[in-house]
């Protein structure tokens, strides 16, 4: 697509529950990132991949945190068990090789409840 | 991973020039520095990237002093829009492998009638 598209907008959950978030990369982009950006804070790095595999998972804050990307393009961040902390906007990022000019999508904004 | 410093906030007036500086004392010979824009409820958007020297584009320029120790983003003539967080970031352009943008907290600009 035009750009990266990132689903859903808004979550609202109640904790214990589990959520699923989406990211459509831009085509042919073969790096794709997760940030987390609490509110008024910068971005947190989460998980990185390049094609389908995930290099570095160091950001992950808990292994209730889990990511995979398929045909090294939609990719989908998990988070079981929510918890209130995990309220954030989770950011998803493109580039067509790491490390060169990201794009971002509008991020999912979740609150846990 | 090189870290930066950047002021936590300015404030300027419409029709001013801004510059912002950061600073990354740590820079590693294969880091380029990066400047992100982030408006609310919106993913971070990139503005300008640099080596070194003088980078111009038709958002911004980046000047860079010869030790590559800190950079300056210049807004000319900044209109209420440019109301945003920026964010300076120094990275690997990714020839050696994985490399994450690490974002700082940013400078938040306001921008005053």
């Known amino acids: 697509g035009a750009g990266v598209s990132q689903s859903p907008s808004n979550k609202v959950t109640e904790k214990g529950k589990d959520v699923e978030l989406r990211c459509d990369p831009i085509s042919g982009h073969t790096a794709l990132y997760w940030y987390r950006q609490s509110l008024g804070q910068g971005l947190e790095f989460l998980i990185y991949f390049q094609g389908n595999s995930a290099p570095d998972k160091s950001g992950l804050p808990s292994d209730r945190f889990s990511a995979e990307r398929t045909g090294g393009s939609v990719s989908t961040l998990t988070i079981q068990r929510t918890q209130q902390e995990d309220s954030a906007v989770y950011l998803c990022?493109?580039?067509?090789?790491?490390?060169?000019?990201?794009?971002f999508g509008s991020g999912t904004r979740l609150t846990v409840v | 991973l090189a870290k930066t410093t950047q002021p936590i906030s300015m404030d300027s007036y419409e029709g001013q020039e801004v510059n912002i500086t950061c600073s990354h004392n740590?820079?590693?010979?294969?880091?380029?520095i990066t400047w992100y824009q982030q408006f609310p409820s919106q993913g971070p958007r990139f503005i300008i990237q640099?080596?070194?020297t003088k980078v111009t584009n038709e958002v911004a320029s980046l000047f860079i002093p010869a030790d590559r120790k800190s950079s300056t983003l210049s807004l000319p003539r900044v209109s209420l829009s440019d109301t945003a967080v920026y964010y300076c970031l120094v990275g690997d352009m990714g020839n050696t492998g994985f490399q994450k943008l690490v974002f700082g907290t940013g400078t938040r600009l306001l921008v005053s009638p």
């Open positions: 640099g080596y070194k």
């Open positions: 740590n820079i590693a010979t294969n880091d380029y």
């Open positions: 990022a493109s580039s067509p090789r790491q490390g060169y000019g990201y794009t």
